[in-house]
């Protein structure tokens, strides 16, 4: 069953059991149950199978998302973009720093991020949230080393990194 349909079968659905709900007025429409329970069978039918053909696209099902799969080989080259830069920063002046932080954090952190809803459909809340907590919070790390830098507090910035690092390696972690 397509979306399409799973969703005309939700509103109708829907309708039906309105129908049949309004049938209890008294006096009780005699066949205000049928419409109800109709009603009632038709909007979990059409919820379920729509439910279900989303998370399938969202998880990389025909014309989908990608999703597992996509997410963590974005969150590896996330990972190694992050790693390089910990792993030069002490060669780092604080403007090219700065400029390395605002690139990563505009560019794949920005275009990862705005993605956060397609991943926690296709990865369910519970998955979603223990990969987000690691991009999450490496990103605010880059974010707080980027404002010391432009602050003038250069190693503490070049501190942060690792961290940065280890959280986004955390999230990038996912089983797949």
Partial sequence: ??????RLVLSAGV???TIGAAGFAPPIEPRAWLFFLLGIAGTLGGGLVLRRTIRRRASGGAGGLGGRAELAAALDRLAGEVDRLAAERAALDARVLGERIDALLSGPYFE??????EYSRALGAGSFARI?????VSERLLARAWSMTTDGHLEEARAELP?????VRRAAGIPR
Avoid: Y
């Fill in 1 to 6: 069953m397509t979306a399409g349909i799973a």
């Fill in 15 to 17: 309708s039906l059991g």
């Fill in 112 to 117: 990862l991020g705005a993605r956060n809803e």
């Fill in 132 to 136: 987000w907590a690691g991009f999450a």
């Fill in 163 to 167: 961290r940065a690092s280890a959280e």
